[in-house]
């Protein structure tokens, strides 16, 4: 079993949807980031987060520490939202002053329009 | 905001030869750099941690020898792929965070696609 598992696998949404990303981990964290893969490669980190809630634009994470859960949410959603939405977690076990994270399979996410 | 950078973006070359990938932290110092290789449609899968200053740390079933790693200064990390050969064909990606504080985020260079033919 990963460490870190998310789900859904793979995602389908109509434009203007509301969608949800889920991350579940086992193992104590320092933190819990949220990435973004487009089709090129190149990721963008969109929240790093410890407790709580943040929202950035259209996008909002959750987490919930006691059930080792967090959440990834995009309303209104749009075509150029389609990505490989990733999840990651920095252990506690591994040391936080090393930053060191350990990264879920990814969600693909299309849009259609 | 802080941004990574890393070059070349795309290499392809022949088996055999040897490749290096930087990876440039532009606007903040970072005292720990990390290397990842991506096969297609799989999440990241972390090669090593490069340390300023000092040896890096490898994960378990990555060959030092073969990826080999310096960091020199506190924005500059390189990775160099020995002797290379088609299975070392993957998608390299680097990442960075500030020095001198824990919990910090970490930011992604754009990845580099190696072909080796």
């Known amino acids: 079993k990963n460490e870190v598992e998310q789900s859904p696998q793979n995602l389908t949404a109509q434009e203007g949807e509301f969608i949800t990303i889920n991350c579940s981990y086992s193992?104590?964290?320092?933190?819990l980031h949220w990435l973004q893969q487009h089709p090129g490669g190149g990721i963008v980190s969109l929240f790093m987060?410890?407790?709580g809630k943040k929202k950035h634009g259209r996008l909002i994470a959750t987490i919930n520490i006691q059930e080792k859960h967090s959440s990834l949410h995009i309303t209104a959603s749009h075509p150029r939202d389609s990505a490989v939405y990733i999840c990651?977690?920095?252990?506690?076990?591994?040391?936080?002053?090393?930053?060191?994270?350990?990264f879920g399979t990814g969600t693909l996410l299309a849009v259609q329009p | 905001g802080a941004v990574v950078s890393q070059h070349p973006s795309r290499v392809i070359c022949k088996s055999g030869t040897s490749v290096k990938i930087e990876c440039r932290s532009l606007?903040?110092?970072?005292?720990?750099m990390f290397w990842y290789r991506q096969f297609p449609k799989k999440s990241l899968m972390l090669m090593a941690t490069?340390?300023?200053?000092?040896?890096?740390?490898?994960e378990q079933g990555v060959e030092k020898d073969k990826f080999l790693i310096n960091h020199a200064s506190l924005t500059l990390s390189t990775l160099t792929v020995t002797s290379a050969h088609p299975e070392d064909s993957s998608f390299y990606i680097c990442?960075?965070?500030?020095?001198?504080?824990?919990?910090?985020?970490?930011?992604f260079g754009d990845g580099t696609r190696l072909s080796i033919l």
């Open positions: 490069s340390n300023e200053g000092s040896k890096a740390t490898y």
């Open positions: 990651a977690v920095r252990s506690r076990g591994y040391g936080g002053a090393t930053n060191k994270l350990i």
């Open positions: 606007d903040f110092q970072a005292t720990t």
């Open positions: 987060l410890s407790s």
């Open positions: 193992v104590g964290i320092s933190a």
């Open positions: 990442s960075a965070s500030r020095a001198g504080a824990s919990n910090q985020p970490q930011h």
